[in-house]
């Protein structure tokens, strides 16, 4: 799997899931419980994580989207 979002809002990891959920797109999201560990301030970003044969489309699915992914 490859890193495809790296971000700490909760409302755009949402929209990046149901995205990548509805074209079939393999995904994982990663350091959701690292939060516990920092003391829950919410200052450790969650990385979304797809699979490796889906990287292109899923970069091309969220610039569609108009998320910015940073790459």
Request: hydrophobic share 45%.
């Amino acid at each position: 799997m490859q890193e495809i979002l790296r971000t700490n809002d909760p409302v755009t990891i949402s929209f990046v899931e149901s995205l990548l959920r509805d074209a079939g797109i393999g995904f994982l999201v990663a350091d959701q419980n690292m939060s516990i560990m920092e003391g829950s301030l919410g200052v450790l970003p969650r990385r979304v994580l797809v699979e490796d044969g889906a990287l292109d489309q899923a970069r091309q699915l969220l610039a569609d989207a108009g998320v910015s992914i940073g790459r």
